[in-house]
């Protein structure tokens, strides 16, 4: 049902764990599944220098955590929020109908992480 | 080192012995005849037929003439429950059944309850046993079908299927079991059992796949669900699956044959891998019952904390394991194994369960190996969990 290059990302996923100190962290969970993810980010000059990830959920939750963890290294904070989940299946060359929600908590995570990056800024 | 892929997902299908494909083989080519025709070609394949119905009835204690061959569990599975209820609906209107039934009875439950039939559930314990005192409580006059498995497909679960069969006849109940994971792997005497139906299939006991029969008892009746031709003395049509049944009835044949030596070889890969499992892996929890006796000899279903099935069933698949996922995200719903929330899991709990089920080729080294890989890759996803961490600290609600 995964195609290779899913199998791949999540045999040898990028950026699994926790960043110090982040500048912003993001937890969101999946209504329909019950999974849960962790998106915590350095920022610096609104530029994601470092992103990392941890996730309770399925090979194609964890796949798609790397690949957006991934794909949000070096661009702005802005840039970021306009990353979403069907780029990130783009990328992973496309998931199964049923994996499709998955796939949206990666793009929900750094949102929030962003989120919570202007609050703390704001604070 | 071990071999790759292992197989240990024999509760899901096993792979076609020697004995029951060469048995077939004749049947598919040579003589092909249809049972149904009158010349030869028939006649000859009529006979192995019948050899089948009378061997499996010999087996499992029935007269040949309540054997009906049928395309699998899920057909016996639909065709007795709504056949009976169908047969009886002037008697009555209340069908009884075990919550951890296999989807062909829920699902055929669920749209009986459409038709105006009242669907109510036994209890089970943790360990999938059923609470005999409170099926005594719900069974009443208008009940006229009580089933449940003999033996759980995943948790293991042997059933006290003789008492529920007393149980249900003492309100003059039609009583069902589902035998799919056990015939063929228990010693089953159905009159011994008292059961008036009993499913069984051919594809987990290295038989092939698409064959099966219902045990129905002399005299009960019952409606056909499938109506077409004078097969199976009218009640069930559909040409004659001979090559199935015969390749059916060998792998049975076989099966019995061996059945305590499988019995104790299997449970014996079964209690190491359970035991190594227990004592190696942190949070983890063994479904089912706890008493090896009590229990599928090739069944180890466990679930594990802070991590998801299917997740489990991929990184063992990486590794050349075949497993399989209480946890329905692999099947493409997203419920969590309905098995095991009957059993009172947490949900979470029950989304991360996975089943071993293991056959009479596999080895030792096998399981020994398949502890280890499934030691590393639990330790690997809890590390890429949010909640392993969060649990040692605190608990954030997402
Ligand atoms: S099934 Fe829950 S994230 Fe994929």
Redesign the interface.
């Known amino acids: 049902m995964y195609n290779d290059k899913v199998m791949e990302t999540f045999r040898n996923p990028k950026n699994v764990g926790e960043i110090e100190n982040a500048d912003g962290v993001g937890t969101v969970g999946n209504a329909s599944c019950g999974d849960i993810m962790q998106i915590s980010l350095k920022i610096e000059n609104d530029v994601i220098v470092d992103a990392k990830f941890k996730t309770f959920g399925c090979a194609a939750a964890i796949a798609t955590s790397s690949t957006a963890t991934e794909m949000i290294k070096g661009m702005t904070v802005e840039e970021a929020l306009k990353v979403t989940n069907k780029q990130v299946i783009e990328t992973l060359g496309g998931l199964p109908s049923q994996k499709i929600h998955c796939s949206v908590l990666a793009e929900e995570a750094i949102k929030k992480a962003i989120e919570d990056y202007h609050a703390k800024k704001n604070a | 080192m071990v071999k790759t892929p292992i197989y240990f997902d024999h509760a899901a299908t096993t792979p076609v012995c020697e004995e029951s494909a060469k048995a077939m083989l004749n049947y598919l080519t040579g003589t092909f005849g249809n049972p149904n025709s009158q010349h030869e070609f028939g006649r000859q394949a009529m006979k192995a037929v019948d050899e089948a119905r009378d061997g499996i009835a010999k087996i499992i204690n029935c007269k040949p003439s309540e054997l009906y061959f049928t395309s699998g569990g899920t057909e016996s599975d639909n065709w007795a429950l709504r056949g009976v209820a169908h047969a009886f609906k002037n008697k009555g209107k209340h069908i009884i059944i075990s919550p951890i039934e296999h989807a062909a009875m829920l699902a055929t439950a669920k749209a009986l309850e459409k038709e105006g039939f009242k669907v109510s559930f036994m209890k089970v314990d943790g360990e999938g046993f059923v609470d005999l005192e409170h099926l005594k409580s719900i069974v009443d006059k208008d009940t006229i079908f009580v089933g449940c498995m003999l033996a759980n497909n995943e948790v293991g679960t042997i059933e006290p299927i003789k008492e529920i069969a007393q149980i249900a006849h003492s309100v003059g109940a039609v009583c069902f079991t589902d035998a799919v994971q056990a015939a063929g792997v228990l010693k089953i005497d159905v009159k011994d059992l008292g059961v008036d139906l009993m499913s069984m299939s051919s594809h987990k006991i290295y038989g092939p796949k698409g064959v099966g029969a219902l045990y129905i008892r002399n005299g009960l009746r019952i409606e056909s669900i499938i109506t077409g031709g004078h097969q199976e003395r009218t009640k069930r049509g559909g040409t004659t699956n001979v090559a199935g049944i015969v390749g059916f009835y060998e792998a049975f044949r076989i099966a019995d044959r061996d059945l305590e030596k499988n019995a104790i070889y299997v449970s014996a890969l079964r209690d190491r891998f359970i035991e190594r499992a227990l004592n190696e892996i942190p949070y983890i929890k063994l479904n089912g019952p706890k008493d090896g006796s009590k229990r599928l000899p090739a069944n180890a279903d466990f679930s594990f904390d802070?991590?998801?099935g299917?997740?489990i069933l991929?990184s063992l698949d990486?590794a050349g394991i075949a497993v399989s996922s209480g946890s329905a995200?692999?099947s493409?719903?997203?419920e969590?194994s309905h098995v095991l929330l009957s059993l009172g899991l947490p949900?979470?709990l029950a989304?991360g369960s996975i089943r071993f089920s293991f056959g009479k080729h596999n080895t030792l080294e096998e399981i020994d190996y398949a502890v280890d890989e499934l030691k590393s890759a639990v330790s690997r996803l809890r590390?890429?969990?949010?909640?392993f961490?969060l649990e040692e600290g605190e608990i954030?609600n997402?």
């Open positions: 802070y991590i998801e299917e997740s991929f990486l995200c692999s493409g719903s997203l969590p949900e979470a989304h590390e890429m969990s949010p909640l961490k954030k997402v």
